[in-house]
């Protein structure tokens, strides 16, 4: 596939930004609702609309699906609680940046994609700022061995979502947005039953029922920007890049998310950050250039489009041949 144009750079970089800011929103309503509710929750306020007003795309269904479930369900299943059992917010922000190793590894894997030598040395390189910026901050932190548990929380959440990038490719949706708000009717009923199992079914109703108070104000305003700013703004945008691009070359650009979500965290919750800290993200932006702006070694190769005694339901699988533009 060509180079990302410029445009397409730009969208990149607003993505980053909302999905940095993200954060901030997501500890708003952590603050508030019990995590696994909250998760259930922000899906749940979008999906009745979506099925209501929303034509469903034409899409491969089992692609369709795995990227509901990784990006959707076990991603932000994983986040949430690592983030309500210590997980700090810009750590957070950093450390979910697995799903971009995680994704070109799963392109090459499964998508036959071919990276650049520099890719892959820029990939390392921020790998590496990441680790460094972990290890700092695990060394800090007051939770002690019991962080790691956090940590490997977090470094599952994006191992999925790097499952629901190579999905979402995969389904080569006839429009990029409505496959991501579609996306959302899947993760509530797996999220609420965890909720129910985990948190008891009276957790969720308590803080709605308090509503009304500081923290319940905070927590609407946090859920407000995760639905229309971080799912179907961030989301939707980066769905569309990915439908248009390799692997290997939009998924670098998550790794810049952790740089405007460290920041914002030491703006407004005071998590301030330290000299290695500083120190590893300046090596991750340094790594995420080099994997984005690389030239291609080959054109990757889709797997072929499924024949009809392989779908279910034919009338569905009507997407976009490989290389022709979305609608």
């Known amino acids: ?8 750079r730009a969208l990149g970089l607003a993505v980053v930004l909302l999905w940095g800011f993200n954060f901030i929103a997501i500890r708003l309503g952590l603050d508030h609702f019990p995590p696994f509710f909250f998760a259930a929750l922000r899906f749940a306020v979008m999906a009745i609309p979506v099925m ?11 692609w369709f699906f795995l990227y509901a479930v990784g990006f959707g369900t076990l991603q932000f299943a994983c986040l949430f609680l690592a983030m309500e059992l210590g997980m700090p917010t810009g750590l957070a922000s950093l450390v979910l940046q697995t799903s971009a190793p995680f994704t070109v590894i799963l392109g090459v894997v499964f998508l036959r994609e071919r990276m650049a030598p520099l890719q892959v040395i820029g990939i390392v390189a921020a790998v590496g700022g990441m680790a460094l910026i972990a290890v700092d901050r695990t060394a800090h932190s007051s939770l002690g061995v019991g962080a790691l548990l956090p940590i490997a929380l977090t470094v599952l959440g994006g191992l999925s979502w790097a499952f629901g990038n190579i999905g979402g490719r995969l389904a080569q949706p006839d429009d990029a947005l409505r496959m991501t708000l579609w996306m959302s009717v899947i993760p509530p ?3 609420y039953a965890l909720s129910l199992a985990v948190e008891g079914p009276s957790a969720g109703f308590d803080a709605v029922a308090t509503l ?5 104000i905070l927590a609407l305003c946090g859920l407000a920007y995760v639905v229309l700013l971080g ?4 989301s939707g945008i980066w769905t569309s890049l990915m439908s248009r691009h390799a692997a290997s070359r939009v998924a670098p650009l998550s790794l810049l998310v952790p740089i405007v979500g460290i920041s914002a965290s030491w703006a407004f919750l005071g998590e301030t950050p ?6 590893g993200a300046a090596v991750v932006i340094v790594g995420c250039a080099a994997g984005v702006l690389a030239a291609p070694v080959s054109r990757p190769h889709l797997p072929e489009t499924p024949s009809a005694d392989d779908s279910a339901e034919p009338q569905l699988v009507g997407a976009a041949a490989p290389g022709r533009r979305l609608r």
């Open 231 to 234: 799912t179907i703004a961030g």
């Open 1 to 8: 596939m060509a180079i990302m144009s410029p445009r397409d």
């Open 189 to 191: 009923i797996p999220l």
């Open 212 to 216: 009304g108070t500081h923290t319940g």
């Open 274 to 279: 330290t000299i290695v800290e500083l120190a």
């Open 52 to 62: 209501l007003f929303v034509r469903f795309p034409k899409v491969q269904l089992r």
